[in-house]
């Protein structure tokens, strides 16, 4: 079946750090990957996506590069702000629709000025 | 444009009874998406609706239901409510049949007790 893991949180940074949250994905077929955002007290965000092997998605400074071969798409950021602090949630879509979407645990990010 | 509105925001209910959530979607969205996201079990799929259909559905037990209006609103029923269905339930619209990007809800966040 279709699944999706991603690192455990909480994950506690300083400003201006370096971020990266691994998640990695098991699928049949070829999936969509994506990186969805939870900001406190609202819904989910689409963060960034991709569509294929080697796509690389981003947004807001947010980059996921797809790599097929080791099945993984980790989310970083290059200098990360308070602003940033939110759950942080990797999907994936085999076929089309909102309801193909297989999503991880979540990662909860605190940035700490 | 207005997003995705969900009603109540929370709501607190006996184990027993049975309680109804509405969700409007984005203006045009013809698909609604209902997700559970309970506590350490991430986002589960719940049920999908378009044109007024059901289309899919998760695996959750019959005594949850739902239906689409002609307006593309929502509703989702939960009766026999037990602890654990006390979750988050987001939902989640997208702008024709399965469209792969849905645009989420702030959520209603369901407490039994």
């Known amino acids: 079946g279709n699944s999706v893991t991603q690192m455990e949180g909480p994950v506690t940074l300083s400003e201006e750090a370096f971020l990266t949250i691994n998640c990695t994905y098991t699928a049949t077929g070829y999936p969509s990957l994506f990186w969805y955002v939870q900001y406190p007290g609202e819904g989910l965000q689409l963060l960034l996506k991709a569509t294929k092997a080697d796509d690389k998605g981003s947004n807001k400074g947010f980059e996921a590069t797809y790599r097929k071969e080791t099945t993984s798409f980790h989310l970083e950021k290059g200098s990360v702000q308070v602003s940033d602090s939110a759950v942080y949630f990797c999907a994936l879509s085999v076929g089309q629709g909102a309801q193909k979407l297989v999503f991880g645990q979540g990662t909860r990010l605190t940035i700490n000025p | 444009e207005a997003g995705v509105t969900q009603s109540p925001t929370h709501l607190i209910k006996t184990r027993g009874q049975q309680v109804t959530l509405r969700c409007s979607p984005i203006s045009g969205h013809t698909s609604v998406y209902w997700y559970q996201q309970a506590l350490g079990l991430g986002l589960q799929f719940l049920l999908w609706?378009?044109?007024?259909?059901?289309?899919n559905r998760g695996n959750f037990p019959p005594r949850f239901s739902g239906r689409q209006f002609p307006n593309y609103s929502s509703e989702l029923n939960v009766n026999a409510l037990e602890l654990e269905d006390s979750a988050l339930y987001l939902c989640?619209?997208?702008?024709?049949?399965?469209?792969?990007?849905?645009?989420f809800g702030q959520g209603t966040r369901l407490t039994v007790v």
């Open positions: 989640a619209s997208s702008l024709y049949l399965g469209g792969t990007e849905a645009f």
């Open positions: 609706y378009d044109e007024g259909e059901e289309r």
